[in-house]
């Protein structure tokens, strides 16, 4: 099978709300009237980023998921976007899989594939993701005040805690890894709340490397610091009740690590004024995502972690980092 042959199974399909899409050199979008696009890139590298004997279904999800919960930080709604992807060889049932997690993803949001390249090469996806948001309305970084509430949608951990067991670093039982791996390889994108939290929240992430060091970039952003309940973050790891207590045999700053800085959770951080408490749980119940208030941005610049009883826990979690 050739490269446009390959392209023609598995990738092309009749777009509807871009103007062109799969064929030609360019798609052509066309946002609607007072609307901006919002553009993100992200590349999945075989070695680096999923392991080589990953479910191709699933792989073929998060590619996309990764991209979309970027839109989602950005308030965004999403429109289309461009794979680009590097195969060593052709393989039919790989690609089968592949395309058909991506683009089950693709249809749950109405985004489009519009384009994109082919190449022999090794296992690496670079998917680049179009949405639209009112003008002036995108979630940003750098909007977090002194006083604002910090939140973080739905779990934190799990995704760092199947890692850490297909690794052989943290034995599991089967059921608890099968849940777990789930977080690690078909992420939620939160794209509704995102856009729920338009006009509410003073700003946002999406946590690819981790709570704090995803965090770091709003807060260096804003020029404010920020404390963090550690007990309540280490609460919403969803394996919690296996991994404590009972039979379970990992101790708390391991349950630290995974929520502070584990990493592949896709979910969103977010800061909002006290005074919206109400319009976030709004949000929140309208999106159908659970979101947990974490702490508060402080004017100190700095990130203070404490414990159950208000006492300081030492800030030594390092998330992940490319290029260390």
Same mark, same amino acid.
């Given at each position: 099978?050739?490269?446009?042959?390959?392209?023609?199974?598995?990738?092309?399909?009749?777009?509807?709300?871009?103007?062109?899409?799969?064929?030609?050199?360019?798609?052509?979008?066309?946002?609607?009237?007072?609307?901006?696009?919002?553009?993100?890139?992200?590349?999945?590298?075989?070695?680096?980023?999923?392991?080589?004997?990953?479910?191709?279904?699933?792989?073929?999800?998060?590619?996309?998921?990764?991209?979309?919960?970027?839109?989602?930080?950005?308030?965004?709604?999403?429109?289309?976007?461009?794979?680009?992807?590097?195969?060593?060889?052709?393989?039919?049932?790989?690609?089968?899989?592949?395309?058909?997690?991506?683009?089950?993803?693709?249809?749950?949001?109405?985004?489009?594939?519009?384009?994109?390249?082919?190449?022999?090469?090794?296992?690496?996806?670079?998917?680049?993701?179009?949405?639209?948001?009112?003008?002036?309305?995108?979630?940003?970084?750098?909007?977090?005040?002194?006083?604002?509430?910090?939140?973080?949608?739905?779990?934190?951990?799990?995704?760092?805690?199947?890692?850490?067991?297909?690794?052989?670093?943290?034995?599991?039982?089967?059921?608890?890894?099968?849940?777990?791996?789930?977080?690690?390889?078909?992420?939620?994108?939160?794209?509704?709340?995102?856009?729920?939290?338009?006009?509410?929240? &003073?700003?946002?992430?999406?946590?690819?490397?981790?709570?704090?060091?995803?965090?770091?970039?709003?807060?260096?952003?804003?020029?404010?610091?920020?404390?963090?309940?550690?007990?309540?973050?280490?609460?919403?790891?969803?394996?919690?009740?296996?991994?404590?207590?009972?039979?379970?045999?990992?101790?708390?700053?391991?349950?630290?690590?995974?929520?502070?800085?584990?990493?592949?959770?896709?979910?969103?951080?977010?800061?909002?004024?006290?005074?919206?408490?109400?319009?976030?749980?709004?949000?929140?119940?309208?999106?159908?995502?659970?979101?947990?208030?974490?702490?508060?941005?402080?004017?100190?610049?700095?990130?203070?972690?404490?414990?159950?009883?208000?006492?300081?826990?030492?800030?030594?979690?390092? &998330?992940?980092?490319?290029?260390?």
């Amino acid at each position: 099978m050739g490269e446009f042959d390959l392209i023609a199974r598995y990738f092309t399909r009749p777009v509807r709300r871009a103007a062109l899409g799969v064929g030609d050199d360019c798609a052509l979008l066309a946002p609607a009237p007072g609307m901006q696009l919002a553009v993100s890139s992200d590349m999945l590298v075989e070695g680096r980023h999923f392991f080589a004997d990953v479910d191709p279904e699933a792989l073929g999800h998060k590619a996309l998921a990764v991209n979309l919960s970027d839109l989602a930080a950005c308030g965004a709604r999403p429109l289309a976007f461009t794979l680009a992807l590097s195969l060593p060889r052709v393989d039919e049932a790989w690609l089968a899989g592949f395309s058909r997690g991506l683009l089950a993803l693709a249809d749950a949001h109405g985004c489009e594939l519009v384009g994109g390249d082919t190449t022999q090469g090794p296992l690496n996806l670079c998917i680049t993701v179009f949405g639209e948001v009112p003008t002036g309305q995108a979630l940003l970084r750098s909007g977090a005040r002194p006083g604002d509430d910090l939140y973080v949608s739905g779990t934190l951990g799990d995704a760092r805690l199947a890692l850490e067991a297909l690794l052989g670093h943290a034995p599991l039982p089967a059921e608890v890894l099968a849940r777990a791996r789930q977080r690690l390889e078909r992420p939620t994108p939160r794209v509704a709340l995102g856009q729920a939290l338009r006009g509410i929240a &003073s700003s946002a992430m999406d946590l690819s490397d981790g709570l704090l060091g995803d965090l770091s970039h709003i807060l260096k952003a804003s020029g404010v610091g920020a404390y963090i309940d550690t007990h309540i973050t280490s609460n919403l790891i969803a394996e919690k009740a296996c991994l404590s207590g009972g039979n379970g045999h990992f101790d708390l700053e391991f349950i630290r690590q995974c929520t502070l800085a584990g990493g592949d959770d896709y979910e969103l951080a977010f800061t909002a004024p006290l005074a919206r408490r109400d319009a976030v749980a709004a949000a929140s119940q309208a999106s159908g995502t659970p979101v947990t208030r974490i702490g508060t941005v402080l004017a100190e610049p700095g990130l203070q972690l404490v414990d159950a009883w208000g006492q300081a826990v030492e800030h030594r979690y390092a &998330s992940f980092d490319h290029f260390r």
